[in-house]
T-cell receptor, first 114, second 115 residues
């Protein structure tokens, strides 16, 4: 158990809909990262929050947004869903923002858009 | 720009065979390299990491990796694999982005070990 909790584990929804994925980081970790994993793209970094503030953006679509709350949990919002958004979405957390920092991952949310 | 690349996308071995998975890096700055493993249905977890010092790094579950600066490589090795090593393996680097560092992954190598 990594200490990072993601809910739900599975989500099936229709095209055009909006979903929210939730992540609780390890106790004491201030940094949260979101990733999308698909067969053809591998693990793609989406966005990072540190202590409630957005710190870095990756290949995140405009239809996607995220936030980190005062209790440090984070939510990833995916809207106007398309079939191509079907993927595994991972959250990771770390204590600080140093280059030798290890990231701890949750088990992911498998999103299926039908 | 790709910062770490893994050339073996699928590897199939029999138990007791030796394993070497390739990872090459192509970025400047201070070296920091990681290998993560993702067992079926589980989260990614750290196998080992290298920042400085002895270029031969030992990790969990009998894995090791060697940093070779002249070859820009950080290959993962295990002398004798087990069926339980079946998993996806990711080479990674923490890339600087503004004032932050982002774990950035290679495409991954799927390892299947036959009993």
């Amino acid at each position: 158990d990594s200490g990072v909790t993601q809910t739900p584990k599975h989500l099936i929804t229709a095209t055009g809909q909006r979903v929210t994925l939730r992540c609780s980081p390890r106790s004491g970790d201030l940094s949260v990262y979101w990733y999308q994993q698909s067969l053809d793209q591998g693990l793609q970094f989406l966005i990072q929050y540190y202590n409630g503030e957005e710190r870095a953006k990756g290949n995140i679509l405009e239809r996607f947004s995220a936030q980190q709350f005062p209790d440090l949990h984070s939510e990833l919002n995916l809207s106007s869903l398309e079939l191509g958004d079907s993927a595994l979405y991972f959250c990771a957390s770390s204590v600080v923002l140093e280059e030798n920092t290890e990231a701890f991952f949750g088990q992911g949310t498998r999103l299926t858009v039908v | 720009a790709q910062s770490v690349s893994q050339h073996n996308h699928h590897v199939i071995l029999s138990e007791a065979a030796s394993l070497e998975l390739g990872c090459n890096y192509s970025y400047g700055g201070t070296v920091n390299l990681f290998w993560y493993v993702q067992y079926p249905g589980q989260h990614l977890q750290l196998l080992l990491k290298y920042f400085s010092g002895d270029p031969l790094v030992k990790g969990i579950k009998g894995f090791e990796a060697e940093f070779i600066k002249s070859k820009f490589s950080f290959n993962l090795r295990k002398p004798s694999v087990q069926w339980s090593d079946t998993a996806e393996y990711f080479c990674a680097v923490n890339l600087q982005s503004g004032g932050s560092y982002i774990p950035t992954f290679g495409r991954g190598t799927s390892l299947i070990v036959h009993p």
